[in-house]
């Protein structure tokens, strides 16, 4: 392959000095037919054939060319990341590394970006928001190990406009009452509300899209809408650049927040975690348009913000029917409720984290909310056996094997074992339950271990113990005697007075008061 000098040479000898290809194929060894084309080349530089090299991903470049075409046409939410692709294509076969599956899929997505261009798509018109004035929000999919398991994760997004400070809160489900705990949480922790919240066409806010910027908005999304007071703007379908903000905060959450995948006991310490990392990071994130970081323009912002009011009652009702054995059922599980309401209707309250039963108008139990996926065929039952006790009157021998009673304290256990031993120790056990109805429950379990530690486990025993600890507890309220019945002089305690009956000899002194 000649080089660059030895063609400028021959250009020179012909064009200049007027040497014959005769003596430029003599004085360099290439034949006249070389010396011929190379001259009648209008370029300066010589071409070289492009190099080609083999790659271990050529046998795959094909399908994954269509698995990245497929996955762009999916829902962002619905996509598979790069990661999960390149898995798939190991279990195929491939053996080669990350980074050329990675290399691969930048060059095709500016291939397709390029072309995109070209069809007159991509442009766009930069948009500024002043302090206050709005903020964006959207749902993304993302893993987190919970308790030693892999749990797929509904993370909830909020990003003020302005300052671009952001929120981010992690649920195990999409729906009513969690987007509703995402707001509470999300102004609580931004300082206030802004004027507009923009949103995409999610179906826990719209019932209808219809045509324009219509929307038949869903009521109760709209009830938190006007508690908040600030308007909700929807964008046009599938115009995901009209929140290009929060699009971004969501795939920048991905490196930031989710890789490597965190792992936590529970999903509250988990969004604990979530909210002093975005506050961290707020400090590091220079903001970009405006001096300084993301925190403190956000201190700027602040003062434009609208104070959050007290936090929406976030809840989703449903009207239940009690079943004959006191439970509810909710999302196939389900939660115990008092026994004087069974098989009667009731009122179920559902929060992102609990559930709460209401009845004639007031509150009758509440419940830690179960969400777990392992349990979907089945469903899990939730039992409070004080719920029971009412039956239990009734029925003491249900005891022995009632299936609420199973979660006893471990106090309670022991007494158990202990009473049932002995005749009508079931009707004995179920009196000695029955006073948690009446006194503090804690007050109760220590009274039995009391009794059970000295080795008189009766119910008349228990009974003199939580007396003495209730009235031990109980302060005697000073007595203020009005000024017509104080007395002039005021009796003193004097205990050797009694001492004095006695003498010596042993003789009684007799005295008389007057």
Known sequence: ????????????????????????????????????????????????????SSS????????????????????????????????????????GSYGRVAAFSR????????????????????????????????????????AGERTKLQVAHFKLSHSRAFSVRAYLLQTHEMLFDAHNHAFGMLGGIPKRGIYDNMKTAVDKVRSGKDRDINARFNAMVNHYLFEAEFCNPA???????????????????????????TLGELNEWLELRCKALWKEIVHGKLPGTVADVWAQEKPFLMPPPPAFDGFVEHTKRVSPTCLVTHERNR??????????????????????????????????????????GTGRTVYD???????????PGALRNGAPFAEFPASFKRLQALLLKKPGGDREMVEILALVLH?????????????IDAGVATKTHILNILHRLVDGKTAIPEVIAPQALRLATEPQANVGRYDSLRGDDQNLEVRHGT
């Open 1 to 52: 392959m000649i080089n660059v000098a030895t063609l400028n040479v021959i250009r020179r000898w012909a064009l200049r000095e007027n040497m014959s290809i005769r003596e430029i194929s003599r004085r360099t060894g290439m034949a006249r037919n070389t010396v011929k084309k190379y001259l009648r080349s209008d370029e300066t530089e010589p071409t070289y054939a492009k190099r080609v």
């Open 56 to 95: 271990k991903l050529d046998p795959f470049a094909e399908k994954l060319a269509i698995w990245l075409g497929m996955e762009a046409t999916k829902s962002r939410k619905q996509r598979r990341n790069l990661k999960q692709i390149y898995t798939d294509l190991v279990a195929l076969g491939f053996d």
């Open 107 to 146: 060059k095709w997505r500016e291939e397709r970006q390029e072309a995109l261009k070209t069809a007159g798509r991509g442009t766009f018109i930069p948009l500024v928001f002043g302090p206050g004035e709005a903020f964006q929000f959207d749902w993304s999919e993302d893993w987190a190990v919970i």
């Open 239 to 265: 115009s995901g650049w009209e929140k290009g903000q929060i699009e971004k905060n969501v795939r920048d959450a991905r490196h930031r927040l989710w890789q490597p995948v965190p792992a936590f006991g």
């Open 335 to 376: 939660y115990s409720v008092p026994a004087s309401f069974a098989n009667r209707p009731v009122s179920l309250r559902v929060y992102a984290d609990r559930l709460v039963i209401a009845a004639e108008g007031m509150l009758i139990c509440e419940h830690e909310r179960i969400i777990d996926r392992r349990h979907e």
């Open 385 to 395: 056996w004080r719920h029971y006790l009412a039956v239990l009157q009734r029925k």
């Open 439 to 451: 006194h503090d429950e804690q007050a109760v379990l220590a009274a039995v271990e009391t009794a």
